[in-house]
């Protein structure tokens, strides 16, 4: 009897994948099937984009107002439903980040890992070929009406009392601060006032990003994954209370940062790359 070469384990996945993601080898009605998957996995992620950017502008938010005596919606849902509406955008990038996968995986591009950090899920949709460069520094202006330059430097050098100046009032450190804190990343310094806590995002190799180099897209890219997987991971504030003003900025401008990203992604020039889509 001949001697029966066995398949690698990651090449009988990879063409299970190509076969249910890609229609590799199906007949032809079966092939429409698929690709009709993969376009729901397209207007999926559109929906939720629309939907976000919807609950956003309802909620009327003006970043220079958010103080909350002049809230222009309830105290009670100010932040949880900023909060819900950044979480409706992340499922946009989330139906992008799983047909990017798929695709890349499919087509033998990467030899995709069991399991990503939320770092390394961002990282792989804003990178080269589905994201350059240029394209994200073609980003022009922000939801929010800042310069891309201008809020990732804010982001970069946030700091839990940053409103202290403009209302007179001392605020707490936020559950962010506190987790950057823990991690190693961020600084506290001691004043005959108050503590000042600014927060260091780091890159991937684990250095502070330097706010005063030239905006670029490595610092954009960088600002983004580092402030949305400490949205994601560390507020915990919903059912339990308002949340801080702080922690209310820092949701409006992740969510203007992402916001132009996604539409990036949903244009129809990366469609071929993400949805294996024409």
């Known amino acids: 009897m001949p001697t029966r070469i066995k398949t690698p384990r990651i090449e ?6 190509a076969k249910h993601w890609l229609g590799v080898g199906l007949p ?3 092939q429409a ?14 929906e939720y984009s629309k939907a976000a950017r919807g609950l956003y502008d309802a909620l009327g938010v003006q970043p220079q107002r958010l ?3 002049k809230s222009p919606f309830m105290l009670g849902n100010r932040n949880v439903q900023l909060f819900l509406a950044f979480s409706i955008l992340w499922e946009a990038f989330n139906h992008i980040y799983t047909a990017a996968a798929n695709t890349a995986f499919s087509r033998g591009a990467v030899e995709r890992a069991p399991l990503e950090s939320e770092r390394d899920q961002i990282g792989r949709v804003l990178s080269p070929p589905i994201l350059d460069d240029e394209a994200l520094q073609s980003i022009g202006m922000l939801k929010n009406g800042e310069m891309p330059g201008v809020a990732v430097r804010r982001l ?3 700091s839990s009392r940053e409103l202290r100046d403009l ?6 450190a936020s559950l962010t601060d506190l987790n ?5 990343r961020v600084s506290v310094t001691d004043s005959k006032e108050v503590e000042s806590w600014i927060v260091l995002p780091r890159d991937d190799d684990g ?3 330097d706010p005063d180099s030239p905006f670029n897209a490595a610092k954009y890219r960088s600002v983004v994954k580092w402030d949305c997987s400490q949205i994601r991971t560390n507020l915990n504030f919903l059912g339990k209370g308002d949340g801080s003003i702080d922690d209310a900025i820092l949701i409006i401008r992740a969510f203007c940062l992402v916001a132009p990203i996604v539409d990036l992604l949903l244009d129809q020039s990366r469609r071929g790359l993400i949805f294996a889509l024409a």
Do not use: C, N, S
């Open 67 to 69: 103080a909350a005596q």
């Open 180 to 184: 950057a804190f823990l991690q190693g």
């Open 167 to 172: 209302y007179g009032v001392t605020y707490e």
């Open 33 to 46: 099937a698929v690709e009709e998957i993969r376009r729901q996995y397209l207007l999926t992620a559109q």
């Open 12 to 17: 009988r996945v990879r063409a299970f994948a």
């Open 28 to 30: 032809d009605d079966k």
């Open 156 to 158: 970069m050098g946030r």
């Open 207 to 209: 250095k502070p990003v």
